[in-house]
């Protein structure tokens, strides 16, 4: 342990020694890009990654939509965060360990916000148990009231607060890779799809 | 009677040596505008290859002699691009806190910055009818910002070829690559000769692709290497200095 | 006497159509940069402001690095303080050890790879798997990635298909790439589902919150951390940032600057472990303090790993990442190299044409090219440069120190260059006439022609 804190004063005492002239810390308030469609950008971005976005009225609509969305329907395993649309066909509270849900073939999440310039939702793991399943499942489906889109990634981190432990990711289209060859390949690790469903009305 | 102003002519070591044309054009182009040059006969070579190396000391006094020798000009005016930047981005170092230096590098220009900037000219007479490919020499397009390079997100603009571009029957050639660098480098051309050439070569190989007849540049030492690889290859295209062409000197 | 670069470079460029080949696909990847950076109009503020909160941070480093270990703490994770690569991996390996690990999955990290963690932890019969696909790939080979984003930009689907029907058992031949990737995931599933760690890097730690953010496209970071209940993430101390806000900035710069992607897939942001799970935090110096202290080359600590100075690199295209023989290569490790041996790299700063197109790109703002001329000037002074360098420059700044010198040299080379037989002049030493032809020789300079004319026009 006495090593250990000596590194860790030698370490700073060594940045602290150095004479690093004072520079002041920029403002973050600049001309950042907005658009006059927020939800067409966001669709438009998340196909250009690979995404699909579609636009439902309500919970009605989008409980029709998943069913006839092809993953959902050749699904075994689906958990769903949103059982008012799309049944989970086990019970997460049930799974003891993560390593269970490798068989997992669709998750359906919640996301908090979207983001117009680059396509990404905002999700958290807030209310799922095991947030692995966002990784794990074959293809991956996200809910975001349609309301909630912003423009640009500095109205994005205006709406954050990070005042606990917790685990939140931006998430911008489907698992992918481009290490062979620089050709781009859908489900690399992760969901083979990502399917944003923008919904209208109610939160 | 209006005083002409006198700029001080600086002429690269190896233009002097190897082609003694662009030296002449340079002056030509200049008198043209009504500007009187002198050419100062102490002068050699600003030091770069020397500096680029990484033997500041051997540089030192090769900047000290430019500054003595140039100093007295209300103008200096260089037909290369990086030699320029040499001077105005590089000898800082050689003089630390000089404000007469500092002073003086400010009035130390490229060229074309001259014509544009300086003399405010917007456009010379004659005529080029002839299919040119810009080469962007790095250090005029980086160091001195003589055009908008491909990188940056900014209007686009381009101090020489707005000059050229005024001149009666030219067209450019539209490259893939704008303003990617054609591996003259200095000493790079000999320390690094492999990769050097294939930089060479794949900028002449875009430029023929697109058409280029003649190949021009605000630096000798670029098309220097360029015209080595052509005449190696037995190319037909033609290199010559932006000078040259606004002096009006035929392919 | 040519540099090692020079000479990995020479073998590099020798197959040609490979050489090509490697700089259309990096060459590719940077017009999809230009072509994200050139939808943003802000784009130059962005960068300006990237480098200001750098500038901010370094300048205050030591601030930084306690509010986000108090921080870190209070979150609930471990943190942990490494001097150098030694302490580092002692350090993860006692981690692991106490933890009675004995396989490990690793997302990509720049650091453990400076710190040459895998062999290490390998010689303590831990096995490490990266994830990474690219990494995965160079590490099946028993390489090194040849780039810092794009780990085997240097191998050839042919290549990938090869070594992945060796270990993988896909068919002998087959070298499509979703096939090969499908195979990949297959195999790395398994690898994921069997670890009993994961190691991840960190691309920004926030001193105010004490969380850090790890960003892949694959999902591979996300999918090593959540399966077992240990993560370790490792992070150099440069990688800390005031405030949550400035993640706004570099991560709208980052993907789009590697990549040209508008953001990269998952940009993950851990803040204390997982529910029952440890989090260990890293703090890595092994260097970066002493790169602190040089007011030239501090702003190389700005650097945020985007991997653009390499692609738009005309000679990092061209001569592959392992001609560097470094673990970050092309212009950002033509200084880091140098800034940690500069015996060992002082020939990297020369593996360069001071074109700028690096410091152009650099979306904080690092002066690269300048950097690299310094390091030069620093080589040369701390006697660094080899003869073969000197000696020349000696003699040409002996002659060019004297005008009446340097004319009579260029007369008599003008009247005996033109006698020399061809054989002669392009012989073995003459570097410049291998692939070039010599300037044609004038008969008379410029200043010779041009005291001619004044003495005329009198």
């Not at chain 2, 002409?4 to 662009?22: A, E, H, K, N």
């Not at chain 3, 806000?245 to 472990?273: E, K, M, N």
Request: aromatic residues 8%; proline residues 5%; contains cysteine.
């Amino acid at each position: 342990m006495s090593d250990a804190s000596a590194s860790r004063s030698e370490i700073l005492s060594a940045v602290r020694n150095r004479h690093v002239p004072a520079a002041a810390l920029p403002d973050l308030t600049g001309a950042w890009i907005t658009f006059p469609d927020r939800a067409a950008h966001f669709a438009e971005t998340l196909r250009s990654v690979g995404g699909t976005c579609v636009d439902v009225a309500g919970i009605e609509e989008l409980r029709v939509a998943l069913q006839s969305l092809e993953p959902v329907a050749a699904a075994k395993k689906v958990y769903s965060a949103l059982p008012e649309a799309a049944p989970s066909t086990f019970d997460m509270a049930q799974v003891a360990d993560p390593h269970a849900l490798d068989d997992a073939d669709v998750a359906i999440a919640r996301g908090e916000f979207a983001v117009a310039e680059n396509g990404a939702v905002w999700v958290t793991d807030a209310n799922l148990k095991h947030r692995v399943i966002l990784f794990i499942a074959q293809h991956l489906v996200l809910v975001v009231p349609r309301n909630q889109i912003v423009n640009n990634m500095h109205e994005a981190y205006a709406r954050l607060r990070f005042d606990g432990p917790g685990y939140g990711l931006f998430l911008s289209g489907p698992s992918k890779t481009a290490d062979i060859e620089q050709s781009l390949v859908i489900g690399a690790h992760g969901p083979r799809s990502l399917t944003v469903y923008l919904l209208d009305g109610s939160a | 009677m209006i005083e002409r102003m006198q700029v001080g002519l600086f002429i690269p070591c190896y233009i002097d040596q190897f082609y003694p044309q662009v030296g002449l054009a340079t002056v030509e182009v200049l008198e043209r505008q009504g500007v009187e040059v002198d050419f100062p006969a102490a002068q050699t070579c600003c030091g770069q290859p020397l500096a680029n190396t990484g033997c500041l000391e051997d540089a030192r006094p090769l900047a000290r002699n430019f500054f003595n020798i140039f100093q007295k000009y209300e103008y200096v005016v260089c037909p290369s691009g990086s030699c320029t930047a040499m001077v105005r981005h590089h000898y800082e170092q050689f003089f630390p806190g000089d404000h007469d230096f500092e002073e003086f590098s400010h009035r130390v220009f490229e060229l074309c910055e001259f014509l544009t900037d300086v003399l405010h000219v917007e456009r010379i007479d004659g005529k080029f009818p002839h299919r040119v490919g810009l080469h962007q020499s790095c250090h005029g397009l980086r160091e001195l910002r003589l055009a908008k390079s491909s990188e940056l997100v900014a209007e686009s603009f381009n101090k020489a070829q707005k000059l050229l571009g005024s001149l009666e029957g030219i067209e450019f050639s539209e490259l893939t690559r704008s303003d990617e660098c054609c591996g003259f480098g200095g000493t790079f051309a000999v320390a690094e000769e492999a990769v050097s050439c294939m930089m060479g070569r794949d900028r002449i190989f875009d430029h023929e692709r697109a058409g280029t007849q003649v190949l021009t540049a605000l630096d000798m030492s670029c098309l220097m290497h360029l015209d080595g690889l052509l005449r190696r290859d037995k190319k037909t295209m033609r290199v010559m200095h932006v000078a040259e062409i606004l002096a009006g000197r035929e392919v | 006497m040519p540099t090692p670069h020079a000479v990995r470079a020479a073998r590099f460029v020798a197959d040609s159509d490979r050489a090509h080949w490697h700089d259309q696909a990096l060459w590719f990847v940077r017009v999809k940069r230009d072509r994200m950076a050139q939808s943003l109009p802000e784009w130059e503020a962005l960068r300006e402001t990237a480098a200001g909160i750098k500038a901010h941070t370094l300048s205050r480093l030591g601030d930084f690095l306690e509010q986000f270990e108090e921080r870190a703490i209070a979150l609930g994770a471990r943190v942990h303080w490494a001097r150098d690569a030694a302490e580092h991996n002692a350090i993860v390996l006692s981690i692991l050890e106490s933890h009675d690990v004995k396989k490990v999955v690793k997302s990509k990290s720049m650091l453990t790879e400076e710190c040459h963690l895998n062999p290490f932890l390998e010689r303590h019969e831990i096995e490490v798997v990266d994830t990474d696909l690219g990494e995965r790939i160079v590490q099946l080979a028993g390489e090194p990635p040849s780039h810092i984003v794009l780990p085997a930009i240097h191998k050839k689907k042919e290549d990938v298909g090869e070594i992945f029907h060796r270990f993988l058992k896909t068919e002998a031949g087959a070298s499509d790439p979703k096939y090969l990737t499908e195979a990949a995931r297959q195999h790395l599933r398994e690898k994921f589902l069997a670890s009993d760690a994961g190691i991840t890097g960190v691309n920004f730690a926030v001193a105010e919150t004490g969380g850090f953010v790890v960003c892949t496209n694959e999902g591979n970071a996300d999918l090593g951390v959540s399966l077992p209940k240990l993560h370790i993430a490792c992070m150099g101390i440069e990688k800390l940032i005031p405030r949550a806000a400035d993640l706004g900035v570099f991560l709208r710069l980052l993907a789009r600057s590697a990549t040209g992607q508008p953001i990269t897939t998952y940009s993950s942001h851990f803040h204390g472990p997982a529910a029952g799970g440890e989090l260990h935090i890293v703090l890595v110096d092994n260097g970066r303090s002493k790169i602190l202290e040089s007011e030239e080359f501090r702003r190389s600590l700005n650097c945020i790993r985007c991997g653009a100075c390499m692609n738009t690199c005309p000679v990092y295209r061209r001569s592959g990442g392992h001609s560097y023989d470094a673990t970050v290569p092309g212009p950002i490790g033509s200084i880091l190299g140098p800034a940690r041996d500069a015996k060992k790299y002082a020939g990297l700063p020369h593996a360069c044409s001071l074109c700028g197109s690096c410091t152009d790109v650099c979306p904080v703002k690092i002066d690269l090219h300048y950097q690299l001329l310094t390091w030069r000037g620093e080589i040369g002074r701390r006697g660094l440069l080899p003869w073969s360098k000197t000696i020349p420059m000696k003699l040409l700044a002996f002659v060019l120190k004297r005008p009446w010198l340097y004319a009579l040299a260029g007369r008599i080379a003008r009247r005996v260059l033109p006698l020399v037989p061809r054989w002669l002049l392009y012989n073995r030493l003459n570097d410049w006439g291998r692939q070039r032809e010599l300037p044609q020789i004038p008969k008379h300079s410029f200043r010779e022609i041009y005291e001619r004319r004044q003495r005329q026009s009198q």
